[in-house]
């Protein structure tokens, strides 16, 4: 089965080259600021107090936002987004250029970067299909898509450390500011037919309450969408707590930074190289048990590795687990849910993946400053761990349920 199949539509490609490249710098910029925000204050509660500024927006704003991108023409939001994103990147660069960075003035540019990317996520999401002509190769193009974001993860992190350490964090965020020219090149070269918003037209509230409903009518979608919930809120913040798992655990800098960055980068890519090469029937509610139960083990050995190596290993096996379990995720909501409402199911999956996710870096800053970062990642794979379990039951009662209806 050939894996790059869906890279014969010529608008999916174009989407390709213009993301490969303009994410590159995004992980550039991540890790900048990352290590920026550590530098000022040496404290784990203020790197996901900023990651939780960046994000909150798709927590609060994505369910509306799916209802609005429902009715509308996702490829003119796209480009637009881009514009904006791309502003932001200059402010930031012409910030740190003038020498007046703070964490305030950090925060207030990530939470501006953060209601332009819940748009632009909502809606690349939504995008997908009409970037691919024959729907049966849906699946793949979504688990490409997640390759290219992955490889960027597993490429710019690891150059971001190299330009961080030679020339400092102005150059890396001058790269990202640079790489959007690239994607808005790509985005004017697309020639992307949308099928017409078909349905009654209320108010954004309206629409917020219809697409909770379609989620009640389809507790196969609202279960993952939980557990996604639950991992974005306990696990997945994991990421947030890199930049001192390098340097209190293994007394590194900024290039172990980015080596674990990097590694967390290559295992979601092998995850995603694996979902490309799904085939038509699988269950993929069974790998995102499995994918969560990886995440969980995996993270218990990276909070005993007493050796640099072993650490990042681990670390690439719990990016692994849990480029399985979200990109399986999205792939069955995007394949599943109805036309008319998959961007309010896909707000719901951005809400619980990237609004969640801020509030989890909280908690778990906050507890890793109570009771020490080994401590925090042990509690983080129980939890995982348990998170698999709970749904295996649930999977078998679900199984168990529809056998005795049929009888």
Known sequence: MNIFRSLQYPNFRLHVIGQAISLMGTWMQRVAISWMVYSLTNSVFWLGFVSFISLSPSLFLSPFIGSFIDKRKKYNLVRKTQFGLMAQAGLLTLLVYTGQESVLLLSILGFIQG??????????????????????????????????????????????????????????????????????ICLMLMRVTERSFEGRRGSNWEGLIEGFHY??????????IIVLTCSSLLVIPYTSLLPAVARELFNGNEATFSWFESMAGLGAMIGAVNMARLKSGENLRYRVMFSAGIMGVALLFLAYAHFLPSALIFT?????????????????????????????????????????????????????EWIGLKNTLYVMGSCAVLISLGFYLYLR???KRRLFKRY
Do not use: W
């Open 397 to 399: 009662l679900h199984i």
């Open 115 to 184: 209601v332009i990317n819940a748009f632009d996520v909502l809606g690349r999401q939504s995008l997908m299909v009409s970037l691919v002509d024959d729907k049966k190769d849906l699946p793949n193009a979504i688990a490409l898509n997640s390759s290219i974001f992955n490889a960027a993860r597993m490429v710019g992190p690891a150059i971001g450390g190299i330009l961080l350490t030679t020339y400092g964090e102005l150059f890396c965020f001058a790269v990202n500011f640079v790489s959007f020219v690239p994607v808005i």
């Open 215 to 224: 989620l009640k009518r389809s507790p196969h979608i609202a279960s993952l």
């Open 316 to 368: 690439a096996c719990v990016a692994f687990g849990m480029m399985m379990q979200n990109s399986s995720i999205n792939t069955y909501i995007q394949t599943h849910a109805m036309s008319a409402y998959r961007a309010r199911a896909m707000s719901y999956y951005v809400m619980a993946f990237q609004g969640i996710f801020p509030i989890g870096s909280l908690l778990i800053g906050s507890l890793a």
